[in-house]
């Protein structure tokens, strides 16, 4: 999930593709080995190095400083930003965040993705999430480009298809 920080969801939505992409093309190539090694190789050292950058991140992260006591009323459930959503949200923008809901699941998430308290509607016993919620922040690429990758990796789509349709004519 660390890959938010830096590319929004949009760059985990284009990992997970590209290794669908990759296995079903190792696949339809049966394994063989000299054929698939390269881009095999070059997409598993990605996905790695990915996987890697993120556990460090959260690794290193800090957990001094201030904090700040929450006590949430609930609100109706949001229909656009779902309570699994806050975790990629908190991570895109390097920022804590407290979700809470009515009639569904309330959480607090502080900026590298941890789940800092949570409560859940339609279990048995008291609603009532009480957080200590960190109120730093951390600096993150996704606030400062936004959805680039998303809008090049599209781009590219189209630029792609018109030499495609280029060559045809």
């Not at 598993?44 to 190095?49: I, R, W």
């Not at 809901?101 to 009480?130: E, Q």
Request: charged share 10%; aromatic share 10%.
């Amino acid at each position: 999930m660390q890959i938010a920080a830096l590319v929004g969801i949009w760059g985990i939505t284009f990992a997970i593709t590209w290794f669908a992409s990759t296995t079903e093309w190792v696949w339809s190539r049966n394994f063989e080995w000299n054929t698939v090694r390269t881009p095999l190789l070059a997409c598993g050292c990605v996905l790695g190095g990915l996987v890697l950058a993120g556990a460090l991140r959260v690794a290193l992260a800090g957990t001094e400083g201030a904090s700040l006591r929450v006590a949430t009323l609930n609100r109706p459930v949001d229909l656009f930003v779902p309570g699994e959503m806050a975790a990629f949200r908190a991570i895109e923008n390097g920022v804590p965040m407290v979700r809470p809901a009515a009639s569904g699941v309330s959480s607090a998430v502080d900026p590298w993705g941890r789940m800092v308290a949570f409560s859940d509607y339609f279990a048995g016993g008291d609603r009532t999430m009480t957080a200590q919620v960190p109120i730093t922040h951390t600096w993150t690429l996704y606030p400062r480009v936004g959805d680039l990758f998303a809008w090049s990796c599209g781009v590219a789509v189209v630029v792609a298809v018109a030499i495609a349709l280029m060559g045809r004519v």
